[in-house]
């Protein structure tokens, strides 16, 4: 689950005492060790900017960093990536037939412009429009798709690795409250981004409070991870949500100050100061808007057309939107219940529905997984200027 430019801009007040190794690690140093990483779910993935693949796994409670091989740079792509019924393309190479495939999450390498799936044979399962794939399988492929459409798998007996395990996830006994034999620990991990101080991971703990932000040092492993309980102020629930885990964020600067920029389930947009996020602490966000009930959002962005930032959201059942950073200073938080269907920052639909997982590919364009009318999915491109 990427991001966009604004990494790079937070400040050293977010795991200020971890200096070393956060600007990237190097496979070649003994931070990293050699062999098949025991990864049990790619929940979610994310590449640093030095092309690290950085592997969330909610059923082993850790995150993983990859240094894979040949990921050649490449310039800014000319021709759109455009795959039709990717899922149809998989399923020939897996010797499962399409309606078994199911696609968890979608990263594009930073510097070689490679398109990697988190792919799974669990889609059968899906019985319910509020599941998520990681309540109803374990991702275990990884896939690289070149700009080209090469299709081909990352074998990973063999990779440099690191791993750093998450304290007191939230264990697997648990079960959700209304996703009927769907454990929580398919929360353990919803989100993560790279910055310059460290890994942010979002999801869910054994905390009173179970909703939670982890910050570990980079190079993985160095240091200890500390964690934050979260809590938030739902105005379309009309209370306030302890137990609700972040479904995606941004790390974005809000005038002169870091923020996490963060959406939960029916789409409340949130943000919390990075300053605030201290280790042992519960902090409350400041909801700025709710973007509508029964969605999840799935993915953040931020996009620039021309010299203008723009953040894009793709959702599991609204279309893809658009919104103006600037509206986040200028709008007061929501603190009493919403009747209405949105309400504070708003926000442009730029596409039609069926937009899933969202990444920014090189400066100009948006790689994204489509879901036809006709249910096929496509991985393809959108031109960042489509999004005037």
Same mark, same amino acid.
């Given at each position: ?140 492929? /990884? ?28 264990? #697997? ?15 353990? %991990? ?67 100050? #870091? ?74 938080? %929501? ?22 997982? %969202? ?9 994204? /997984? ?19």
């Amino acid at each position: 689950m990427p991001r966009g430019r604004t990494l790079a801009c937070l400040l050293p007040l977010l795991l200020a005492p971890v200096a070393d190794g956060a600007a990237g690690a190097d496979p070649s140093t003994d931070a990293f060790q050699r062999g098949r990483p025991a990864i049990r779910s790619m929940s979610v993935l994310e590449f640093a900017p030095d092309g690290t693949l950085l592997v969330g796994d909610s059923k082993a409670g850790a995150v993983w960093a990859l240094a894979l091989a040949g990921e050649e740079p490449r310039g800014e792509v000319e021709k759109p990536l455009r795959i039709r019924d990717i899922e149809g393309k998989l399923a020939a190479r897996m010797g499962a037939s399409p309606d078994e495939v199911l696609i968890h999450d979608l990263a594009v390498h930073p510097l070689s412009k490679n398109h990697f799936l988190a792919v799974s044979r669990g889609r059968q399962a899906w019985s319910s429009l509020y599941e998520m794939p990681n309540d109803v399988a374990d991702a275990t492929l /990884l896939v690289r798709i070149s700009p080209d459409g090469q299709i081909d798998d990352v074998p990973l007996d063999d990779v440099p690795f690191q791993r750093a395990d998450l304290p007191n996830p939230v264990e #697997p006994e648990k079960s959700h409250r209304w996703k009927t034999g769907v454990s929580l620990r398919a929360d353990a %991990i919803t989100d993560l981004a790279w910055t310059e101080e460290g890994i942010l991971v979002t999801g869910l703990s054994n905390e009173e409070f179970a909703a939670s932000l982890w910050r570990l040092p980079y190079p993985l492993g160095r240091g200890t991870a500390r964690a934050t309980t979260l809590e938030i102020f739902h105005g379309a629930h009309g209370e306030y949500e302890t137990h609700a885990p972040i479904r995606t964020f941004l790390p974005y600067t809000i005038g002169d100050r #870091p923020h996490l920029l963060a959406s939960y389930l029916c789409t409340p947009l949130v943000t919390f100061p990075l300053a605030d996020l201290a280790d042992g602490a519960h902090v409350r966000g400041t909801t700025l808007a709710e973007f509508g009930f029964g969605n999840a959002p799935i993915d953040m962005i931020e996009v620039r057309i021309g010299e203008t930032p723009r953040i894009l959201m793709s959702n599991s059942m609204l279309p893809l939107m658009t919104f103006d950073p600037a509206d986040l200073g200028r709008h007061p938080a %929501i603190t009493s219940e919403v009747t209405a269907y949105t309400a504070g920052v708003p926000y442009t639909a730029r596409a039609a529905a069926g937009i899933q997982q %969202i990444d920014n590919y090189g400066d100009t364009l948006v790689a994204l /997984l489509q879901r036809a009318p006709n249910g096929r999915l496509d991985l393809t491109a959108m031109p960042v200027d489509r999004l005037r």
